[in-house]
């Protein structure tokens, strides 16, 4: 069966640097785009950041410049390169992918970012 598991929270200064990974089996990863999401508390679940399988990548304008995605289609992992980290990026970071046929959506348990001094 499919499964997401991200590592590399924790706690960062301000201005900072954190990698987040997320270890995917149980699908042809490479042929899979992914995302990673993130939700703070009281708020919806934001997209930040999307890697197609050609690897071609998006972020919304919130972290655009700041965070970079990408892929190893060898060790089957999506990293998340997350500098000049604010206190308004602190977040549970989950990884995501889907199918469309069925269409079914598949999650990671996340990992927690903490930005504070």
């Known amino acids: 069966q499919v499964q997401l598991v991200e590592s590399g929270g924790g706690l960062v200064q301000p201005g900072g640097s954190l990698t987040l990974s997320c270890a995917a089996s149980?699908?042809?990863?490479?042929?899979?785009?992914m995302r990673w999401y993130r939700q703070a508390p009281g708020k919806e679940r934001e997209l930040v950041a999307h890697?197609?399988?050609?690897?071609?990548?998006t972020y919304p304008d919130s972290v655009k410049g700041r965070f970079t995605i990408s892929r190893d289609n060898v060790k089957n992992v999506v990293y998340l390169q997350m500098n000049s980290l604010r206190p308004e990026d602190t977040a549970v970071y989950l990884c995501?992918?889907?199918?469309?046929?069925?269409?079914?959506?598949?999650w990671g348990q996340g990992t927690q970012v903490t930005v504070s001094s």
């Open positions: 995501n992918t889907w199918s469309n046929v069925p269409r079914n959506e598949y």
């Open positions: 890697i197609g399988s050609s690897e071609r990548t």
């Open positions: 149980g699908f042809t990863f490479s042929t899979y785009a």
